[in-house]
């Protein structure tokens, strides 16, 4: 027999013995398959077996499947399971509601709350300016050697009058006295408001008041050449738009509807929003505290600002006004995102966390020095002379400008409880986002 042959012998053997090992397999697969159409053809054949709503009576063969192990089995009752995924409902921005009439009739700029909040400051102001009319000797600013020298000049015409009874009375010397009012009615001329006494003072080191010193030529580079006053401005304003740049998203991805005053605390242990409600209104006056050396910064420059209109400038002299007004800017900013921060948060330690986070962003001015200086070897003279006025006026202003942003985060948190609305709503509604 030839190899062919023989080849073909043992493939019609294998063959036969593959068909008789799985014979009983395939019986088994196609009765299944007959059973479930007799069952499908059994229950259409007996019309007579209907509920009352003609619905045909289920077999126990159609509700059981013969074989629970088939894949087709598994799926069909997973499918029969499976409840398709609930779509989930869009954010729709809380309505901007009315906390009283004052708020509806002036569509929300004002209400009850900041009348009586703004008018309790000027009510407080106005009494230290009448106090200090009908008690002026409260605010005198005399140093211990002015005391003395004034004693001095009281005591003088006695002793004079007792050595030489007949010889004409000397007549009085002016007494000293610091501080000088308009309520008083004293007479204030233009030199006593922009002010009179030289005070030396050092400039915080930072971009802002980096812009007022490079404006005078008193910063220069590594090779001693003066820093481009022009470049300093620049640069300090790519700084401040980062700033508010970070403060806007902030504020802007900050909850909404969340509930500024906390009545269930995040904490799951705690019962009490006590301290919760306690720790934002702490963490309200350290914000304050914190900017008002920012504030008084801004001052400082603002007024340099003016003095120097008539020397000559490196720079535009609208330039050097800007920056500390920009600078006041960006520290209100940073009250507005930190309180609307502080009233988010539903626990203390997010309000602790939080909190400080934000007053970061106010020392980016110094971080941003830092990095100058090392980076372009910066050499800046921060000693500087400023007029300081006597004025009793004057120097309540400057209180009053220093003092605002801490006013205004008080007044952003007692606005924000009496209306049950977050600070962060007025700015997605000035965005346009409902």
Not at 6 to 15: D, E, H, I, K
Not at 73 to 96: I, L
Not at 273 to 294: I, Q, R
Not at 365 to 390: H, M, P, Y
Request: hydrophobic letters at 45%.
């Amino acid at each position: 027999m030839s190899f062919a042959a023989r080849y073909g012998v043992c493939l019609v053997v294998a063959l036969a013995v593959a068909r008789v090992a799985t014979a009983g397999q395939t019986n088994k697969g196609f009765n299944q398959a007959l059973r479930v159409q007799a069952a499908s053809s059994k229950a259409a054949e007996s019309p007579t077996k209907v509920t009352k709503d003609a619905t045909p009576t289920k077999t126990k063969d159609a509700e059981e499947p013969a074989n629970k192990t088939d894949p087709i089995s598994k799926g069909f009752e997973a499918y029969k399971s499976w409840t398709p995924p609930h779509k989930a409902k869009a954010f729709k921005m809380p309505k901007y509601h009315h906390a009283d009439s004052l708020s509806a009739a002036t569509d929300g700029f004002l209400d009850w709350f900041i009348i009586a909040y703004w008018g309790v400051v000027l009510l407080i102001v106005v009494g230290v300016e009448v106090l200090h009319r009908q008690l002026p000797e409260v605010f005198l600013h005399n140093s211990p050697r002015c005391k003395e020298e004034l004693s001095a000049i009281k005591e003088e015409p006695v002793k004079e009058a007792e050595e030489d009874p007949s010889a004409p009375s000397a007549p009085a010397r002016p007494q000293l006295n610091r501080t000088v009012s308009i309520l008083a009615g004293h007479d204030i001329s233009s030199a006593d408001l922009l002010g009179e006494t030289i005070k030396e003072k050092s400039l915080a080191p930072n971009v802002f008041s980096l812009m007022l010193v490079a404006a005078r030529g008193e910063a220069k580079d590594r090779k001693q050449n003066i820093l481009s006053p022009k470049l300093v401005f620049v640069a300090g304003l790519a700084m401040g738009l980062i700033q508010f740049l970070t403060l806007f998203l902030v504020v802007y991805d900050i909850d909404p509807s969340a509930s500024p005053y906390t009545t269930k605390p995040g904490s799951p242990w705690k019962t009490s929003p006590l301290t919760v409600n306690t720790m934002k209104v702490v963490m309200t006056f350290f914000l304050g505290m914190y900017v008002v050396s920012e504030a008084a910064d801004a001052y400082d420059n603002f007024v340099l600002g003016v003095a120097l209109k008539g020397k000559d400038l490196l720079i535009h002299w609208s330039c050097v006004l800007f920056t500390p007004i920009f600078h006041y800017l960006i520290t209100l900013s940073v009250i507005l995102a930190g309180v609307s921060v502080v009233l988010s948060c539903q626990d203390v330690p997010n309000i602790l966390y939080n909190s400080m986070a934000i007053l970061f962003i106010t020392r980016v001015d110094e971080l941003f020095w830092g990095f100058f200086e090392r980076t372009f070897d910066i050499e800046a003279k921060w000693d500087v002379t400023i007029n300081q006025s006597d004025v009793a006026e004057v120097q309540l202003i400057k209180k009053c400008i220093i003092m605002f942003p801490m006013l205004w985060g008080f007044c952003l948190l007692g606005r924000a409880w009496y209306r049950d609305q977050m600070p962060a709503l007025v700015v997605r509604v000035m965005t346009g986002h409902f």
